[in-house]
């Protein structure tokens, strides 16, 4: 992935993945999330499924709730009861000096200033921390991105058709069943190289 030139080690790098519904996005951010050499590059990482609300105060308190650090511990208080300033107090606690990676998942606000002002909330960090983005949308992508997004394609049909055939059918048994491989190949027409769900069969 190319690098931003306004992304240096001191300011805060913004990964988009971007592409359809069932593609992958989550699937590949946790495993970046989980690998062994994330584990050791940040102290802190935290994942937040986002999806169409994009409150900051409830941002806020699922961030702070969020990560592998031993400082706050489980259940200290009702977070929904503190307002906005004792929350940002205690996020800028929670990061300062901190290098973080944090995982925004199923972002669909497309409201600049809401990310700005979440931004600007998390940039109290420690060098080089990072944010990965998974979206839908490359409007979304561009607005938070500070590197070019790593977007997802689908495989080809050959590729989905191959793939449904193994799971569907036991090697060979698919030559007894032509009718079925034919409704498995429109199946995979309306996935578009993606995972089988609702959003790719409407």
Same mark, same amino acid.
């Given at each position: 992935?190319?690098?931003? /030139?306004? !992304?240096?080690?001191?300011?805060?790098?913004?990964? /988009?993945?971007?592409?359809?519904?069932?593609?992958?996005?989550?699937?590949?951010?946790?495993?970046?999330?989980? !690998?062994?050499?994330? &584990?050791?590059?940040?102290p802190?990482?935290?994942?937040?499924?986002?999806?169409? !609300?994009?409150?900051?105060?409830?941002? +806020?308190?699922?961030?702070?709730?969020?990560?592998?650090?031993?400082?706050? /511990? /489980?259940? &200290?208080?009702?977070?929904?009861?503190?307002?906005?300033?004792?929350?940002?107090?205690?996020?800028?606690?929670?990061?300062?000096?901190?290098?973080?990676?944090?995982?925004?998942?199923?972002v669909?606000?497309?409201?600049?200033?809401?990310?700005?002002?979440?931004?600007?909330?998390? &940039?109290?960090?420690?060098?080089?921390?990072?944010v990965?983005?998974?979206?839908?949308?490359?409007?979304?992508?561009?607005?938070?991105?500070?590197?070019?997004?790593?977007?997802?394609?689908?495989?080809?049909?050959?590729?989905s058709?191959?793939l449904?055939?193994?799971?569907?059918?036991k090697?060979?048994?698919?030559?007894?069943?032509p009718?079925?491989?034919?409704?498995?190949?429109e199946?995979?027409?309306?996935?578009?190289?993606?995972? +089988?769900?609702?959003?790719?069969?409407?």
């Open positions: 992935m190319q690098q931003n /030139p306004n !992304d240096d080690d001191t300011s805060l790098s913004v990964i /988009p993945i971007v592409g359809i519904g069932g593609l992958g996005k989550t699937t590949l951010a946790k495993f970046v999330f989980n !690998d062994n050499r994330i &584990q050791e590059c940040f802190l990482k935290m994942w937040v499924c986002v999806s169409d !609300d994009f409150d900051i105060k409830q941002l +806020i308190i699922k961030i702070i709730n969020s990560g592998n650090d031993e400082d706050v /511990p /489980p259940h &200290q208080q009702n977070l929904n009861m503190l307002d906005m300033e004792q929350l940002q107090k205690q996020l800028k606690r929670k990061l300062s000096g901190q290098k973080f990676l944090l995982v925004l998942d199923d669909w606000n497309e409201e600049r200033v809401k990310w700005v002002e979440l931004r600007n909330l998390i &940039q109290a960090s420690g060098a080089g921390s990072k990965v983005v998974t979206t839908r949308s490359h409007s979304i992508a561009s607005m938070m991105g500070t590197v070019p997004s790593h977007i997802l394609e689908g495989l080809s049909k050959e590729e058709l191959s449904f055939v193994k799971w569907a059918f090697e060979g048994e698919e030559e007894k069943h009718h079925l491989v034919n409704i498995g190949r199946i995979v027409k309306k996935c578009r190289g993606g995972s +089988i769900g609702s959003e790719n069969i409407r």
